[in-house]
C-alpha cells in the first residue's frame, strides 16, 4: 500500500509541475539582435550616460537638491 501511494503522490507531484508550467508566461530570450558583446557596448555606453547626466545634475543644481526634500517632508497629515 505504501508503494501505491508512491506512485501516486509521484504523479500528483508531475502534474503539479505541468500545472505551474503552463500557468507560467512564456518568457522569450533577447529579441534584440545583438550579440552579448554589443549587448555589453550598449550598457557601457548607457550606463556612461547616465553617470554624465547624473553628474552634470549634481554640479548644475547643488542647491536645488535640498528644495526637493523640503517638498517631500512638508505635507502634513
Do not use: I, W
Request: charged share 40%; glycine share 20%; aromatic share 2%.
Amino acid at each position: 500500500m505504501g508503494y501505491l501511494g508512491g506512485c501516486a503522490r509521484g504523479d500528483q507531484r508531475e502534474r503539479d509541475r505541468q500545472r505551474a508550467q503552463a500557468r507560467k508566461p512564456v518568457v522569450k530570450g533577447r529579441d534584440d539582435g545583438l550579440t552579448p558583446e554589443q549587448r555589453r557596448e550598449r550598457d557601457a555606453k548607457a550606463l556612461q550616460e547616465k553617470a554624465a547626466r547624473k553628474a552634470a545634475q549634481a554640479t548644475g543644481q547643488g542647491g536645488n537638491g535640498g528644495a526637493g526634500a523640503k517638498g517631500k517632508s512638508g505635507g502634513k497629515k
